[in-house]
């Protein structure tokens, strides 16, 4: 049972660490669309 914790965690992690990427990616990408549409 242990085994099934740990793997689910694991899980949950690298889920976590996905979805941070991309938060920052589509963060980086509203940023640069938006000074994109107001420079120009």
């Known amino acids: 049972m242990p085994e099934l914790i740990d793997v689910l965690c694991d899980d949950l992690r690298t889920v976590k660490k996905n979805m941070n990427r991309f938060l920052r990616g589509g963060l ?4 640069l669309a938006h000074f994109y549409v107001v420079i120009i």
């Open 28 to 31: 980086l990408f509203a940023l």
